[in-house]
């Protein structure tokens, strides 16, 4: 947990850093990883995985009640994604005064599987735009707010990291962004050819095949 920051608590930790309300309650479009974060910060939260199982049946005058007390919303990958999920977010982040629409990440796609690709956190987060017309607050990649945060907390400058990953649009833009070195990682989403693709604008300081490159690197240079 000192070492590994997952876009779940990026999002307890601006919660944190714009002094949210205790007294409000989050509501999570979302998995198990974003609740315990929350946990950890001392924030109420409902819904997450154990929303995945309700339904709404849609009935002539029927009215769906939520807790006005929901001061944000907060969106990440969720494989146990639903109409209901969909609805309950809207109606928080449309009806009640000032509640928040926070996202994890915007990822297109993902890899569940080596077998191919997966919708991402994406497309959970595109579905709650859709619905309220309101943009989200993207405290994940490539937001500067993760990397701003773990600058102060290690006393560091962003000009001495060096962001490696395999996304061009998340992982590269981030480094850019927050005034980092960057390296691609040809291993995951992104080929050689999409990079150097004319049609691709975002170009990493360095690449390489796979991250178990620098052990080869390391070997030669003792």
Known sequence: REEIFASSFAAAAYLQSIDFPKDKKVYVIGEEGILKELELAG????????????????????????????????????????????????????ENPGCLFIATNRDAVTHLTDAQEWAGGGSMVGAVLGSTKQEPLVVGKP?????????????????????VGDRLDTDVLFGQNGGCKTLLVLSGVTSEQMLQSPDNKIQPDFYTNQISDFLTLKTAAV
């Open 43 to 94: 924030f109420q939260y409902l819904g997450g995985p154990t929303d995945g199982d309700k339904k709404i049946e849609l009935k002539p005058g029927f009215y769906m009640e939520h807790d006005k007390d929901v001061g944000a919303v907060v969106v990440g990958f969720d494989r146990y994604f639903n109409y209901y999920k969909v609805q309950y977010g809207t109606l928080c982040i449309r």
């Open 143 to 163: 937001s500067t707010f993760m990397m701003d945060y773990l600058a102060k907390k290690f006393g560091i400058t962003t000009s001495q990291i060096c962001m």
